[in-house]
Structure formats: C-alpha cells, structure tokens
Antibody, heavy 115, light 112 residues
Framework: EVQLVESGGGVVPPGRSLTLSCTSSGFVFADYAMSWVRQAPGKGLEWVGFVRSEVYGGTTEYAASVRGRFTVSRDDSKGVAYLQMNSLKADDTAVYFC??????WGQGTLVTVSS | DVVMSQSPRSLSVTLGQPASISCRTSQGLVHRNGNTYLNWFHQRPGQSPRRLIFQVSHRDSGVPDRFSAGGSGTDFTLKISRVEADDIGVYYCMQGTHWPITFGQGTRLEIK
C-alpha cells in the first residue's frame, strides 16, 4: 500500500526556517517525481514545488511565491522528500501536503508562521 | 501562468441527480509530447485531496464510473451521473502541462 507521511510542521516566527519531511512506503520512491502542495486555512490548493526523479536529473521547479526561499530535495536511499523553507512569512501558513506525482497524497502537516 | 477558472463555485444537488463542473483554462493544455495534463481532484472536509481523473478523461483506480470527464482546448468538464452522499466536498481541476502547475479555485458540492 502506497503511503506518504509528512512531518516537521509546527509554529515558527516570521523570518525563521523549517524543514518538512515526506516519508514514503509501498512503492519504489526513486521511480517517481514528488511534489509539495499547500492549502492555507479555508482556502484552495496551491502547488509549491516539484523534484523530478534522478532518471530525469532530479531537477526542481517552484512556484513564484516561494522561489528563492524554498528548496525541494529528495533522498532516494531513505525514500524521503524534503521541503526546506527559509525566510518564512505569515502568508506561508498552511497545511503542506506531499504528493507522488499527484496520484497519492499524504495527510498533510500544518505550518503556522506567527510571532 | 495558466489561469484555471471553475464554475460554478458551489453546487447544491439532490441525491441521485447529476452534477457538472466546468474548468476553463487561459491557454491550451496540449503538451509538446501530445498529452494533455488536466486532472480532477476531490477533497472531502478534513481530508487530503484525492485524484479522480488524470489526462482529461482517465479515471483513477477505484473511482466509481459515476464520474466521467472530458474536454479539449481550453474547456474541460467533470460530470457525476448520480450524486451520492459521499460526493460532498470540494472539486479542483489542475493543469500540469505548463510550469507552474496551477489549480482551479475549487467547486463546493453539497447535498440539497
């Protein structure tokens, strides 16, 4: 059974950093691109970033709202995807979901940026 | 960025009746490889989104055949032939052809 479990969320003051993890099981992690999608409270879905599989160079893409502040990476040996978030703003407050190429989603982890 | 415009924004449907959601895009979604990366998702309250449809019209595994979808160019549609109680929540279209990936604003379906 495919499973994705996000962790690392919490409350963080503006300007600080936080790293989220997405731990996978039930499939060959290295074969898939991984994305992060967020959802602010009561709002819709916003795509954040994407990392290709190493077969396609492991390269990344980002939404303009996070480019330069957020970094998506992966460790295929551990089956984990990461979202490193720097210079956090109040507008980054959201539930962050990881997704395997949009077909399977984790349960999400809440990040609250507040002083 | 590709703008995804869903309509209606909310839908109130009697059990057993059909429902239809439109998604219009600001530009065509045919990728240079010939595929059209238009997906539909359903999000129940308090849950993660679930993909229902990929590449315009292909149902994901386990999705009931009450759900169908189609379209081309810049006009796409998700249809539910007979709404059931389990169908409540928000439906999103999403395009993955052009960077950045973009979602529609969502359509909330409730039971009348």
């Amino acid at each position: 059974e495919v499973q994705l479990v996000e962790s690392g969320g919490g409350v963080v003051p503006p300007g600080r950093s936080l790293t989220l993890s997405c731990t996978s099981s039930g499939f060959v992690f290295a074969d898939y691109a991984m994305s992060w999608v967020r959802q602010a409270p009561g709002k819709g879905l916003e795509w954040v970033g994407f990392v290709r599989s190493e077969v396609y160079g492991g390269t990344t893409e980002y939404a303009a709202s996070v480019r330069g502040r957020f970094t998506v990476s992966r460790d295929d040996s551990k089956g984990v995807a990461y979202l490193q978030m720097n210079s956090l703003k109040a507008d980054d407050t959201a539930v962050y979901f990881c997704t395997r190429d949009q077909d399977f989603w984790g349960q999400g982890t809440l990040v609250t940026v507040s002083s | 960025d590709v703008v995804m415009s869903q309509s209606p924004r909310s839908l109130s449907v009697t059990l057993g009746q059909p429902a239809s959601i439109s998604c219009r895009t600001s530009q065509g979604l045919v990728h240079r490889n010939g595929n059209t990366y238009l997906n539909w998702f359903h999000q129940r309250p308090g849950q993660s989104p679930r993909r229902l449809i990929f590449q315009v019209s292909h149902r994901d595994s386990g999705v009931p055949d009450r759900f169908s979808a189609g379209g081309s160019g810049t006009d796409f549609t998700l249809k539910i032939s007979r709404v059931e109680a389990d169908d409540i929540g928000v439906y999103y279209c999403m395009q993955g052809t052009h960077w950045p990936i973009t979602f529609g604003q969502g359509t909330r379906l409730e039971i009348k």
